[in-house]
């Protein structure tokens, strides 16, 4: 039994309140500390590398923890445990001088962003103070905007991939914006590339091309990269923004080996990689597309994976599928292939989101993380909100008017669907699906907005995002939503962490973490005792009550040492 499932009831712990505070709360029984937070050492040379007033030095910046921590999944190697972890993004206010009012001033001031984003993989160790990070570790790895990375699969090569660095298209610099995660069956980390686009910007004449527009690719980039360094600037480097926005492969156990771009899982804003072993032994990925109107897809390889292989191969060659939704609540995977799309295997990879287009999958309301239940052959997608739902088209003009599985016009509190594939197999073409939970409001709304039965008062919650399941087949939901705790949010308080039983349906709250940030990454030691919770863009002075705030990963346990995960 483990703290999330106990005998006979729902829950072993008592379900918390909400809170407004800046503070972390769990239940009674538990204790939390944090693990490590933005701008602490990975490396000895960097201690005390971080000013409560000015931050971290541009020195310093790729020898310290990220920022706005996200996925991440825990590794053991050798006896010791090594945590792989995105820092998503960065907040410029934050990091550099006052005077350049958030906007980077000098080549100096990008690479300092440009080194507090992407991957860190640091070993961590549990000493007399709980876990630690092991300083000067030698899996301790920062992986950054300038990490040179290899292309493989379909797309590497094609003259949609080729620059003037990289006449080959092959070989690739950095890894952005790294959302969600996936571990592999080979014990590998796969890191998601979501908002990449905002990445890019023009300085000149924009070049011609519909994939452009779909992608959200133009006009000035968020952190003026493009202003200072030639690779981010679309006028110049046309074909730079189509070698990001993929899965990409990273071995926390050889920290020398060049992190690899999936380009058979196709390119869009990825949000994480969900990956399982189909009953025929192929690997199948489920992954999302967060963008609203956008698709859910699933990577089904052609070839069978062995037990203690490396699979990595088996990425390179396998069908991309868009997810359709039947309001009979049965469903298919529309593969995307030169035959049912009208594309060139390459385009299908380069511009994932027309091929689904083509083929008539689903328009779903921001799909955000899969899980799939280690006890059982169904998976779950966090559907997080989509204000445009039954308004306005997507980027494709694809239709997206209410439909059975994104059921409310301007979806404000989101849902998680559900499905089980046909025969039981995860590469089967068809599926039943149902809706786990529809959040919504019960206190102010009795309509459709109230949410589904499972939602009451006491675990009200809105934009369920991150997701992972504990090996006793407990769904664990983590939001980033509105947090104002007023109008139609009211009673929901800051952001948490629920635990859901999918026999019952049963949802109760277990954490919530300080006003302003959102939940995001979750694993657990290998011991199970201690679950790893990522705390991102808080509000306040949290942690240290002084300063900036700062992302942070968290550690949580039961005082009486039992396993929760
Ligand atoms: Fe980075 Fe869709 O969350
Ligand atoms: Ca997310
Ligand atoms: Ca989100
Ligand atoms: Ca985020």
Known sequence: ???????????????????????????????????????????????????PETGVSVEMSDKVFGENTDGMELFEVDGKQLIAVNSEYVNPKINLPAASEGVPQTADEVRLLKNLQGVTVMEIAEGENGFEVVKDSPYNRRITHETVMELQGPLAGHALVQTNADPEGRTVKGTMNNCGSGKTLWDTYLTCEENFNGYFGATGEMPEGEGYKRYGIG???????????TRYDISAEPNEPHRHGFVTEIDPANPGSTPIKRTALGRFKHENAEMVQASDGRIVVYMGDDERGEYLYRFVSNGVWEEGTNGGDLLNDGTLYVAKFSDDQTGEWLPLTPATTGMELAEILAFTRMAASAVGGTTMDRPEWVAANPTKVEAYVALTNNKN???????????????????????????????????????????????YVMAGNPTIYDNAYAGSDNVNAGNMFNSPD?????????????????????????????????????????????????????????????????????????????????????????AVWREDGAVIG
């Open 466 to 554: 991150g997701m992972a399941f504990s090996s006793d087949g407990m769904l664990w939901i983590q939001t980033d939503g509105d947090y104002k705790n007023e109008g139609d949010f009211v009673g929901m308080g800051n952001n948490q962490m629920l635990v859901g039983n999918t026999d019952t349906g049963e949802i109760a709250r277990f954490m919530t973490v300080p006003n302003g940030a959102e939940v995001t990454g979750l694993c657990w030691s290998a011991d199970r005792k201690v679950a790893f919770v990522g705390v991102q863009h808080p509000g306040g002075q949290w942690p240290d009550n002084a300063g900036k705030p700062r992302s942070s990963i968290v």
């Open 389 to 435: 739902r039954g308004v306005k088209p997507n980027a494709g003009g694809d239709d997206t008017s209410v439909n059975a599985v994104n059921p409310r016009e301007t979806n404000k509190f989101g849902q998680i669907a559900r499905w089980t594939p046909n025969g039981g197999n995860h590469a089967a073409d068809g599926f039943a699906w149902d809706l």
């Open 219 to 229: 006009g000035e980039g968020r952190y003026a990269y493009e202003k200072f360094d």
């Open 1 to 51: 039994t483990t703290a999330a499932r106990a005998e006979g009831a729902g829950f072993a712990f008592k379900p918390i309140d909400i809170a407004t505070d800046h503070a972390i709360h769990v239940p009674e029984g538990y204790a939390h500390k944090v693990l490590v937070r933005w701008g602490d050492a990975l490396w000895s040379e960097a201690d005390g590398a971080y000013d």
